[in-house]
Every structure is written in structure tokens, then in C-alpha cells.
């Protein structure tokens, strides 16, 4: 049953969702790709999640919980973990209440703090011309003027006739004592660079002037190696099968942020010959596929790594469109399938400052794990498989016009479908959804065995009863939206073999997070905080994942939503050379953990393949 939905636009970004009534706003949010500051677990005692609800109606949970003035909230200011929205609204996020607003100001208690230190500067100058009495060779007079750079010969080659055409005046662009361009005129405050989140799934680069900070223009493409693949092992398999195909693939992401870099540029109104920088973060085959590193070595036990420390690459070299004297950062690995963006997540979550034991997730086709804990930091990842994105379920389908993404069990199924039109399939969170409650109303057992119409409890509400059908090969599947409700005119159903592919899921991922705190002598209850990294951690309901086994039983009030990480880690790394050598030094003092050769893994995996039999407190 397909309940009416709400429009919701968050400023000023202008982004908008469409959401059940009912829905709490820092889920709404979420959804619109806005992570806002938590560091209370939503439980609405920090403060730290305060909008303006410029028009729209809402309720808030616990009055304002004492962190907002009368005045304040005459003028529609509450805390978007209390609220609850009722119809279509319009809510204003001011910058201090955003995630990234966090990091960029966040002040340590070694009197450290994130600045603006970008790779390279530029410095105007203006040269006396030679004469008779100053005979100094064109190289000399110019590092007279700018310092003891570096010169490649092929900027000592033009060096003499750009002075000489320039009247002696210009820009020199340099980076660690390397002259990278010659520009003519003073262009000593256009300064851009590029940050880009390499997804297996998607590609998304920001542009930002580099002279002041600002975000310019974001932009994103999927990422178009999908076709060799939804995972990267099809990816890493196509290239052990045919060495042609590290080309191939490398050429297809290059041609992605070619793409990403000309749109932004345009829209910007930057030309791309004055992008300097470029960061890049990404899991391990994307960030060697880019590179154009065989990762076919990943595809095989022990899974090894072409690189672990950063590389720094000439963007010409790769082909990427931008200066001829850009360079490219490719952030450092840790071991086997934990690459550049874990660590790009742990500098974005800066996760060796927690003083007690901290564990970042993120989930997708590859899960990768992180706990800091006891002065160490270990990681592992786990092969969690697709079904997260909707790929070998049934009716599933990526997080796209048409997904159902929330489904919730009243007397009836009621559900949300992205863009607000008939259903089609279902994405990973309706999938979470689906699963965790169907073990509350007890149709799905312990054993992941969805029961037939007769085995259920006789308190059942009848219409959930009825949706239970039984094929002809014994086996029951749960009806999400009959053929008349659907824009196929399919029905959707959530299959028995789909919740196999669940508990393979979530058993991958629970046992990889048992082993570290195995490692670490950590319970999961002395556990302070679960960050949840990356898109698909945006939207899952945390009371559904602990209720499904994929996040540990603690309260939900320690589990912290924390955006796309890998993204935010990479734009700090651009913002500031400081911060490459924090994310060199958290990854080289990281602890690798390789699931394929630890002995406890596949017990802990069958274990994990268990649904668990209670949850704790409930939470969105």
C-alpha cells in the first residue's frame, strides 16, 4: 500500500525528497544528502542539528529538549532528530549544523587546526629586463623572483620567450619547490582544484577555489565501468581475462572525470587549464583501474595490493583535463580491498582522536570496517556482495525514480517510493526494511525462513497474513505492491531467496566487525560509537540494521550517521597539504586484518548467518 508522499526542500542547497508523513527530518535530510552534526546519537541533548522550518507543518519529540530559545523557536527553529514532518515543508540548514561545517573547524586538543594550505601557490612577479649592467641569465632572474625552484626542461625550454612576450611579467605556479606553469599577468588569486569520491557505483567530483576555500560546483556521473560489472571482483576477473581490458576500464573512469571536470569548470566558469590539483579517493580497484594499475593480483588469496603510500601523478599522464602541470593525489592504502577511501574516512572522521573505543562502517558491495580502539586502529573488509544495492534480489533495483526505500508494517504495509510514483522494485533499504520487520511480527524466523499464512502468529493483523504466498515449491514470499498498485504491472515481492542473500550480507559484515573486536579485547557494548560512512549509510534505519544483525546491539544513540566521508575526506585533502600527511600517517599506523586468512572468520560467519532474537531501544 502506497501511502501519499510529502515534498520536503531543504535551502539552500534546494534540494528536495519526497517523504511518508511522519518522517523524522534528520532522516529527510539524510535522504537529500545532508548530513547533519550528531554527536549526541540523535537523542536531541547536543543541540547540534538546528534548522529553520521556513514553512510546513511539524511536531517535535520532547518539546526542543532545552537547546533552543522561545524566540528561536517563534521563528520555526528545531532540532531535526526531534521533529517530525507532517506535510510539505520548506527547511532552511544553517552551515553550523551540516557534518562538513564540523570538520572544517574542528580544533584539537594539541592546539592543532585545519587551514587553507593548499599543494601549490602562485606568486605575480615583475622582472627588470637584462642590460649592460645586469647580465643574469633568464632562469637566475627568475628564481631571484619567485625562489630556489626546480625546473624541468621543458619549462626551461620556454621559459625565455614567455618573458620576453609577457613584457617580463607573469604568474609562476609552484608546488614543493617544483615550478609546475608559467601564466601571463597576475592570475595569483585563481586558484582551483578538484576533489573526487571514485565510487564502484558512482563518480562524483567538487570544484573549489583554492585561494579561499569556497565550493564552486559538484557534479556526478555512474560511474560507466558498470557495464564489465556491478562489483569489482567482475571488474578485477575481466582483466585477469583479457590484459586489453586495463585500458579499456582505465579509459572509461578517466573519460567519467573528464566529464565531471568540464561540467563543473563550465558552471564555475573556470577554464580547465587553471585546475592545479586534483584529489582522488576510492576503494582499492577503482583508485588502481584510474591509475591504470593491474589489480588482477586482488583477484586471487592472499589479495595484494598494487601500492599502499600515496602517488602523486601527473594529470597529463593519466589524460585527465586539466593544467599539463597538474598533479593527481591518490590517497594510500591499507591492505587487500581497504583502500583509499577508508582512509579518506578515517581523516574525515578523524578517527585515532577518540578517546574510547570507536568503530567506522561503511557498507556497500565491499564493506570496509574500522575500529580505533585501546591507542590502535585495525581494518579489515568483507565481502558483503550487492544485495545492499539492490542487485540479485528480485525485484531489486538501484536507489532510482521508482525504488521503494522505506517500507513499515502498521495493520498494513505501508511504503515510500523515491520520486514519489508507482513502484517498480525495491532498493537495499527497503530490503533492510522488509526483513526487520518481518522478524518483529514474527512471519520470518531466526533461520531466515519466511512462514506460510498458517505457521504465523494468530495476532497477526489480517492483510499482512494475506500477503504471504506460497509457491508451488514450497517455499513463502512476503507481497510488497500487488499488480495494480505497481508501474510494471508486476507485482513486487520479497522473496525467500532474497532474504538468503540478506543473511550472506549482513553475516559478512557482522563477523568481519566480531573478528576486529575479537582482536582489539573490545565488547561491543564498551563500543562509544558506530560512524556510519558512505551513501547507503545515509538512509538505513538504525533500528532495522541492529534488528537484522548488520550493526552491533548497542544503543542507538552511540550510532552516528557521518556522509559520504570518502568525499569530505577527499576535499580536506585538497584544501590542505596538512592533511595528506595526517591521512599518510593514520594509514600507515592502521593495522591490516585479511579475513581470508584469519581461522575464525567462517565460524563467525555461519554464527552471523543466525538473525539475532531481540533488539534494544527503538530509533529511526
Known amino acids: 500500500m502506497k501511502t501519499q508522499e510529502i515534498k520536503v526542500t531543504f535551502q539552500p542547497s534546494g534540494r528536495t525528497v519526497y517523504v511518508l508523513p511522519g518522517t523524522r527530518m534528520l532522516e529527510a535530510a539524510g535522504r537529500a544528502g545532508i548530513i547533519l552534526q550528531t554527536p549526541c546519537g540523535g537523542q536531541g541533548t547536543c543541540g547540534k542539528c538546528r534548522v529553520r522550518v521556513v514553512s510546513g507543518e511539524f511536531t517535535a519529540q520532547n518539546g526542543h529538549a532545552g537547546n533552543i530559545s522561545a524566540r528561536q523557536v517563534k521563528q520555526g527553529h528545531c532540532l531535526a532528530c526531534q521533529a517530525t514532518i507532517l506535510s510539505a515543508a520548506v527547511i532552511d540548514v544553517p552551515p553550523e549544523s551540516m557534518f562538513e ?35 643574469r641569465a633568464d632562469l637566475a632572474r627568475l628564481r631571484d623572483a619567485v625562489g630556489a625552484v626546480h625546473m624541468a626542461p621543458e619549462f626551461v625550454k620556454m621559459i625565455p620567450g614567455f618573458l620576453r612576450r609577457n613584457g617580463w611579467k607573469g604568474t609562476a605556479v609552484l608546488s614543493d619547490g617544483v615550478l609546475m606553469g608559467l601564466e601571463p599577468g597576475n592570475t595569483a588569486r585563481r586558484m582551483f582544484g578538484t576533489a573526487f569520491d571514485i565510487g564502484t557505483t558512482t563518480v562524483v567530483g567538487t570544484l573549489f577555489d583554492l585561494s579561499d576555500g569556497r565550493e564552486l560546483a559538484v557534479s556526478s556521473r555512474l560511474n560507466p565501468q558498470i557495464a564489465h560489472g556491478d562489483d569489482v571482483i567482475s571488474r578485477i576477473m575481466r582483466v585477469r581475462a583479457d590484459a586489453a581490458a586495463l585500458d579499456e576500464l582505465q579509459d572509461l573512469i578517466i573519460g567519467a572525470v573528464n566529464q565531471i571536470i568540464v561540467a563543473m569548470a563550465q558552471h564555475a566558469g573556470v577554464a580547465v587549464q587553471e585546475i592545479y590539483d586534483i584529489t582522488l579517493a576510492g576503494n582499492s580497484t577503482m583508485q588502481q583501474l584510474l591509475c591504470g594499475y593491474d589489480p588482477s593480483a586482488l583477484g586471487e588469496v592472499p589479495f595484494i595490493q598494487a601500492f599502499d603510500r600515496a602517488q602523486v601523478i601527473s594529470a597529463s599522464r593519466l589524460g585527465i583535463n586539466a593544467n599539463l602541470g597538474a598533479q593527481v593525489y591518490v590517497f594510500s592504502q591499507i591492505g587487500s580491498f581497504v583502500g583509499g577511501d577508508t582512509v579518506s574516512g578515517m581523516l574525515a572522521s578523524r578517527l585515532d582522536k577518540w578517546d574510547k573505543p570507536v568503530l567506522l562502517v561503511d557498507i556497500g558491495t565491499n564493506g570496509e570496517i574500522v575500529l580505533a580502539a585501546n591507542g590502535q586502529m585495525r581494518a579489515t573488509s568483507a565481502a558483503a556482495g550487492p544485495a545492499f544495492e539492490g542487485a540479485r534480489i528480485t525485484n531489486g533495483m538501484r536507489a532510482t525514480a521508482g525504488a521503494i526505500d522505506k517500507v513499515l508494517f502498521k ?28 522478524l518483529r511480527t514474527e512471519i520470518l524466523d531466526s533461520t531466515g525462513r519466511i512462514q506460510s499464512a498458517g505457521d504465523v502468529p494468530a495476532r497477526l493483523p489480517a492483510a499482512l497474513r494475506r500477503r504471504l504466498v506460497t509457491a508451488a515449491n514450497g517455499e513463502t514470499n512476503f507481497l510488497l505492491a500487488d499488480a495494480a498498485e505497481t508501474g510494471t504491472g508486476e507485482p513486487v515481492y520479497l522473496w525467500q531467496k532474497d532474504v538468503r542473500e540478506v543473511q550472506l550480507a549482513t553475516g559478512a559484515i557482522r563477523a568481519a566487525i566480531q573478528i576486529l573486536l575479537q582482536r582489539s579485547g573490545v565488547a561491543a557494548e564498551d563500543l562509544d560509537a558506530v560512524l556510519l560512512a558512505g551513501a547507503f549509510g545515509n538512509f538505513i534505519r538504525r533500528n532495522n540494521a541492529r534488528r537484522i544483525g548488520l550493526l552491533p546491539m548497542i544503543p542507538c544513540k552511540r550510532i552516528r550517521f557521518i556522509g559520504n566521508a570518502a568525499s569530505l575526506g577527499a576535499k580536506m585533502a585538497l584544501l590542505s597539504s596538512d592533511e595528506r600527511r595526517y591521512a599518510e600517517k593514520l594509514a600507515a599506523a592502521c593495522e591490516h586484518v585479511d579475513l581470508s586468512l584469519d581461522p575464525e572468520f567462517q565460524n563467525e560467519f555461519a554464527m552471523a548467518m543466525m538473525f539475532p532474537d531481540t533488539s534494544l531501544d527503538h530509533c529511526e
Open 411 to 438: 495493520d498494513d504495509v505501508v511504503l515510500n517510493v523515491i520520486g514519489d510514483v508507482k513502484p517498480v522494485g525495491l532498493c537495499g533499504t527497503a530490503v533492510i526494511d522488509a526483513v526487520a520487520e518481518l
Open 101 to 135: 561545517h564540523q570538520q572544517q573547524i574542528l580544533e584539537f586538543d594539541t592546539g592543532e587546526r585545519g587551514g587553507l594550505n593548499p599543494a601549490f601557490s602562485k606568486i605575480f612577479f615583475e622582472l627588470p629586463p637584462p642590460s649592460i649592467t645586469d647580465t
